[in-house]
């Protein structure tokens, strides 16, 4: 049995088309009061396999209360796939008096599952914060997917070089071309500065990968350098589309070709399904 939080409908139906599993009525409310209630009306099954990526606080409080509905109706086994996992970038303490948010999200969401997937989180070692066996989904082959066949002389760029395996993935995936990477500080949340490094693109098309575009900020800095430094196309791409406020704005007024992500966000530019990824690693 595949059950959905309110932000994964579109996967989890994709989910169970793969798998062949039953795909659950989940019922969505809330109180006057703001507090929310979900519930699976039939939630008969040995095995349940809950989708529900996190990218808001609701999202979190609907996955605890779907993992609490399975156990009480006596599912066996529980796996918990957050396609998407909210506050897995704040996995660290930055300044004194900070909680680590992620463990503090991790701990919460293994006390009501066996297992957890999450689709390729910020950083891969945020697995083992969780109390419970977890593992990591890639999907840095998909970002190749809905790209044109022809590509001139592509180049696979990462906006820093934690990324950098994003790039290569991509690019293994399309079968030819360059990766590089360039050098990003960030000195606010939305203020970024991109520093090209020796990069040539001149008269090359550009895909530049990342795991997530949030405010878009990164992205559209790395794509004002690529302007800069003549590049001929430019496509956006990430795993994970949160694409907030602005951020498709601000990257059309970059200049971007086309941006392109997975479902693990359920976006307009979800143009690649990480649901086959999903599947295997079940
Ligand atoms: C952080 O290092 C991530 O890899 C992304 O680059 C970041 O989350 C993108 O955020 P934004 O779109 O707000 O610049």
Same mark, same amino acid.
Request: aromatic share 4%.
């Given at each position: 049995m595949i059950v959905s939080g309110s932000e994964s409908q579109i996967l989890a139906a994709r989910l169970a088309d793969v798998t062949g599993g039953r795909l659950a009525r989940v019922e969505f409310k809330r109180f006057p009061d703001g507090e929310l209630k979900v519930r699976v009306p039939d939630p008969s099954a040995d095995r349940g396999v809950i989708v529900a990526s996190t990218p808001s606080c609701d999202a979190h409080i609907e996955l605890l209360q779907l993992q609490d509905a399975l156990r009480a109706a006596g599912v066996q086994e529980i796996v918990t796939v957050m396609p998407f996992m909210g506050y897995?970038?704040?996995?660290?303490?930055?300044?004194?008096?900070?909680?680590?948010s992620a463990r503090a999200m991790a701990r919460a969401v293994s006390t009501g599952t066996d297992r957890v997937l999450t689709v390729e989180?910020?950083?891969?070692?945020?697995?083992?914060?969780?109390?419970v066996p977890a593992s990591t989904v890639k999907a %840095? @082959? !998909?970002?190749?997917?809905?790209?044109? %066949? @022809? !590509?001139?002389e592509p180049m696979f760029v990462s906006p820093?070089?934690?990324?950098?395996y994003l790039a290569e993935a991509a690019r293994n995936a399309y079968g030819r071309g360059e990766s590089n990477h360039f050098e990003k500080t960030r000195h606010t949340s939305t203020d970024v500065e991109i520093e090209p490094r020796d990069v040539d693109v001149t008269g090359r098309d550009v895909v530049l990968t990342d795991d997530i575009i949030a405010t878009g900020s990164t992205m559209s800095e790395a794509v004002d350098v690529l302007q800069a430094k003549d590049a001929a196309r430019v496509f956006v791409t990430c795993?994970?589309?949160?694409?907030?406020?602005n951020a498709v704005l601000k990257l059309s007024d970059a200049g971007v070709d086309a941006i392109y992500g997975t479902d693990t966000l359920e976006r307009t530019v979800s143009e690649v399904s990480v649901a086959p990824a999903i599947a295997d690693a079940l």
């Open positions: 897995a970038r704040q996995s660290k303490v930055f300044e004194t008096g900070d909680p680590i989180p910020h950083k891969t070692d945020v697995v083992d914060l969780f109390d %840095g @082959d !998909l970002l190749a997917e809905p790209l044109p %066949g @022809d !590509l001139t820093d070089e934690e990324s950098t795993v994970h589309p949160i694409l907030m406020s």
